[in-house]
């Protein structure tokens, strides 16, 4: 990985079983990966996605 202003870039093609294991592959530390992605209006993944469907 690399970084681009803001933005970290893979150099390859990464699939992850959950989205805290590609927070802590991105980070370096653990992380609660529901709570740590955000889309561009600041919701969590969680509220995104997780919260939604039990609505």
């Known amino acids: 990985m ?3 202003g803001e933005k970290v870039i893979s150099e390859r093609v990464r699939l992850f079983v959950s989205p805290s294991t ?3 592959a991105l980070l370096g530390r653990s992380s609660n990966g529901w709570e740590s992605w955000k889309a561009k ?3 969590t993944l969680d509220e995104v996605k997780r919260r939604r469907v039990g609505q």
Request: proline residues 0%; glycine residues 12%; hydrophobic residues 35%.
């Open 2 to 4: 690399r970084e681009e």
């Open 22 to 24: 590609a927070a802590v």
């Open 41 to 43: 209006d600041g919701r």
